[in-house]
């Protein structure tokens, strides 16, 4: 589908959902809550919450968006056309996601209400003290590690991030790499289930 299509696709979907969107939220920013939730918090589940995320982390992704570096999944939902990261991206000047990254970066990352399984969260968890928490500290909760946050980010979201890393469609870091690829899909799921367990402070 071109750009443009996709686009105006969007401004159907998605605008009447966006109706509680703050006075202080820059230009743009409605159009990203339509999707990733009023403030930045996720209320569908395949949607990343980006709220409370450091700046240097939504600008690095978006611009890895733009440039082509980070992919573009398929669409799951009308809502969310093939590629819509994407085209969304190569939209943005760089003042104009800056704005819009600190003011996500200024709101508060909220856990996705979502069950977990206790047995498999805690076999995830050893993985992830042994094999993640140098990089991604507190069990995955802390903004200024400009990586992310996994705890309380929605499960069917990170489901899909493993499955694009270990599949080679989406580049990982050099030291996370060899971890990824080393993981079985048992220990993928207990992980997952650790972080919808987590919740940041
Ligand atoms: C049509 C729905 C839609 C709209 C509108 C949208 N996004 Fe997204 N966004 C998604 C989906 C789906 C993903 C997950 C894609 C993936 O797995 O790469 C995503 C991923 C992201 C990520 C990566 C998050 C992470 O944890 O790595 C960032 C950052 C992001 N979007 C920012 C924005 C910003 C900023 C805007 C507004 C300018 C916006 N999005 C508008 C659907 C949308
Ligand atoms: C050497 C540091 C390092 C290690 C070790 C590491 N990561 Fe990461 N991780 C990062 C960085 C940096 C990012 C942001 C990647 C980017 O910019 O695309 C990231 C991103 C992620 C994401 C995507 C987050 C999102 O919002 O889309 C997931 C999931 C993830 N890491 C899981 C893991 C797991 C599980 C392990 C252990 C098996 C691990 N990482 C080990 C540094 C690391």
Known sequence: MRNDTVLF???FA??????????AAPPGAQLCE??????????QKTIPTIAGMSAFYLDGQILAYQKGRRYCP???TPAEPAGVMCAIAKRLSSAEYSAIDKYFAAQK????????????ASAGKQIHESECARCHTNGGSVADDDAGILAG???PYLQQAFQEYQSG????PDQMKPKIDALR???VNALIQYYASESPP
């Open 34 to 43: 339509a999707c990733h939730g009023p403030n930045g918090v996720s209320i």
């Open 109 to 120: 990352f909220t856990a996705a209400k979502q069950s977990w399984d206790p047995k498999l």
């Open 74 to 76: 398929e669409g799951k």
């Open 153 to 155: 980010q929605w499960s």
């Open 14 to 23: 998605c605008l009447p959902l966006a109706g509680r969107v703050s006075a």
């Open 169 to 172: 469609n989406r580049v990982m």
């Open 185 to 187: 899909t048992d220990q």
């Open 9 to 11: 696709l969007l401004l």
